[in-house]
């Protein structure tokens, strides 16, 4: 059911903004508003039934406005595109044509460039179904936007089942040879913020990954985990190894067991404190672990900062760098064709 939908004229912005909270049977509640398509809030119940937020964003629409939090951007939550993840240089080719897309992260493009569909105010509509709810999203990013050719329609679905499972269908077309690979960058803590995510339990269904250098761009190996630091193929903590990494923590790319387009489980993330647990699935073939290395506790909600490891993102991709990477799989989208991509996060409690 929908709980709470509202409208809020944003001067900032010079437009109004839809807010709107979904509630299922169970009780877990998702809060989402049109602007940068962002998931604003997820609570769920611990093992004695009390809700509480699990995911790092805030209250106010308004918040996500602030010089400070756009110069220091975390993605709290957001719809992530046209490009999720990196590209080397922000420099890429289709069929001989150079682009140059407008670099945010050093020496690279991020998440979509600075101008994002993070900071995009999308156009909504509400359903419910008998056994389901949710928001429809829709937009238009006009060619050469961010320095991305083709004008690319966008169509994105959240809804929240009876199953407690929050699920993100994507659909994009183009009218130009382009390049597509969308995403959500929330962040997850179980125990609600009380402490961070290093004693959380980890599962990932990923026997490879992406090696990297120092600009967080894969070299274009695929090297097997084989009990490395990034090894999570049976259950540990977070952060039992998490000092080996380089870098400030996990910040990586791994490859999914399974084959490309069909839903397969990513990860499986327990919090013993509250009993919580979360799965995550994805038609994509890879998906980015991101510890949250970067929060410092300069933004919070219901005066909880976010320190650093407070959240930890599953992040559905194409792998980073696939434009300048032909051995990886293929992030283009041609005109005729549909970019399809489907990622559940599903919560419930786990057996004691």
Known sequence: MIINEKKQFIPALNAEVRTVTLQNRKHTQVTVTNYGGIIM?????????????IALGFNDVEDYLTEDYKNNCPYFGTAVGRYANRIEHGKFSIDGT????NCNNGPNALH????????????????KEPKRTGVILTLESKDMEEGYPGNLKIK??????????????????????????????SYFNLSSMQHDVLNHLMVLYADKFTPKDEYDIPTGEIVAVNDSPVDFLLPRLIGERIADVDGK???????????EGDLNMGARLVDSSTGRSLEFYTTEP????????????????????????????????????????????????????????TTVYKFGLAEQ
């Open 41 to 53: 809030s997820i609570k769920t119940p611990d093992r004695r039934g009390n809700f509480a937020e």
């Open 249 to 259: 923590g996990y910040d990586h790319n791994f490859v999914i067991n399974g084959f």
């Open 98 to 101: 150079d682009y140059q897309l």
């Open 286 to 341: 890879g998906f980015q672990v991101y510890t949250g290395n970067y929060l410092d506790g300069r933004f919070e909600r219901d005066d909880i900062p976010f320190k650093e490891n407070y959240g930890i993102c599953f992040e559905a991709q194409k792998y980073p760098d696939s434009p300048n990477k032909p051995e990886f799989p293929s992030a283009e989208l041609l005109p005729g064709e549909t970019y399809r991509q």
């Open 112 to 127: 979509g460039g600075p101008g994002g569909f993070h900071q995009k105010i999308w156009e909504m509509e509400t359903f």
């Open 156 to 185: 994105m679905t959240y809804t929240l089942t009876f199953d407690n499972e929050l699920v993100i269908d994507y659909e994009a077309t183009t009218d130009k040879k382009t390049i597509v690979n969308l995403t959500n960058h």
